[in-house]
């Protein structure tokens, strides 16, 4: 009889979580698996995106997937840190502080047009991004787990924003969009909403007990030395790009290696492939770049595409980390 190893469970239970939130998310699996990776690799997810393509129901719809709480901050320039994180009201029946808990205190939030909010009000995000906590009046609350933030950016609107900091961007694990629908998927979308959304029947397939423990699983698969290597060449690589004012911080190369595992037990392996840190390079690296101002004309530089160069001028390790890897997985199957 075939064992059946951790990493087949990681594979069952994610596939199952990708496909629960596609019946609400049509047509953009890449997206839905990027944010199931970061999810299961304990990061937080950008939604660089226009408005009306799905960001509320993608929250939504992984939080009903997992079975855990949702909640939506709707970032305004007049919105306060207390109003993010919560805030201590005297209760009169006993003549102490009580604390009240803010919006942030769910399992899955979506930070609606994360750079409306000023930056003091944006700066009430980092500690619960950073150690899953909030410090309100010097005492440290702990946030619900798991914790997912997935903030959102309009990219074409820039009348009262505020700029997010180099900090607080290099602090999400993956950038990422939805874009529009092709034409077949939005046919496919309109006919789903015709007698009720789909959202209203969505069941969960994993608990938040079990996205814990796959979270745990996945910070086991086994990383090769031959990956970490090439993982900290593209990483290293972007601080000497000639189009990079300012180039990916050692976060961005623990980021991109964890996103990378979580890749791997999603497709049921035990060990990390070079093709995971490939596949998952820009959506974790690009967003963290700080590009030179060129000038007209001459400023076509993106980050995608200093990191789709790299990708393409960094030699990757092509069996040292198959190998490898194999022999791990082989050794956890006798155990």
Do not use: W
């Amino acid at each position: 009889m075939e064992r059946i190893g951790p990493s087949m469970i990681s594979l069952r239970e994610g596939v199952a979580l990708v496909a629960n939130v596609e019946r609400v998310i049509v047509g953009k699996r890449e997206t839905v698996e990027q944010v199931v990776i970061a999810l299961l690799a304990g990061g937080h997810v950008l939604l660089q995106d226009v408005p009306g393509v799905g960001k509320t129901m993608l929250a939504r719809a992984l939080a009903r997937s997992i079975g855990g709480e949702v909640a939506r901050v709707q970032c305004t320039p007049d919105l306060l840190p207390a109003d993010i994180t919560g805030s201590s009201i005297l209760d009169p029946r006993t003549g102490e502080l009580r604390f009240v808990p803010g919006p942030l205190f769910a399992h899955v939030v979506l930070a609606d047009e994360l750079n409306r909010a000023t930056p003091r009000a944006q700066a009430a995000f980092l500690e619960a991004l950073d150690e899953g906590q909030v410090t309100v009046d010097g005492r440290t609350h702990p946030l619900p787990r798991p914790f997912f933030l997935l903030a959102t950016l309009n990219p074409v609107e820039h009348h009262g924003t505020f700029p997010l900091p180099e900090g607080q961007l290099d602090r999400f694990m993956v950038a990422t969009s939805l874009g529009y629908p092709s034409g077949e998927d939005e046919l496919r979308m309109l006919a789903s909403h015709v007698a009720a959304h789909p959202i209203e029947t969505l069941e969960p397939v994993v608990t938040v007990e079990q996205v814990l423990a796959l979270q745990r699983e996945v910070r086991a698969v086994h990383v090769s030395e031959a990956v970490r290597r090439y993982a900290l060449e593209l990483v290293r690589r972007t601080r000497t790009a000639p189009a990079v004012a300012l180039g990916c911080s050692p976060r961005a190369g623990i980021a991109l290696l964890r996103a990378a595992q979580a890749r791997a037990a999603l497709g049921g392996r035990s060990f990390v492939l070079p093709d995971d840190v490939k596949a998952l390079a820009v959506p974790v690296l690009a967003h963290r770049l700080i590009l030179r101002d060129e000038g007209p004309g001459e400023g076509q530089a993106t980050g995608a595409g200093v990191v789709d160069r790299l990708l393409r001028d960094v030699p990757v390790p092509l069996h040292a980390a198959g190998a490898e890897g194999s022999r791990v997985a082989r050794r956890r199957a006798d155990a």
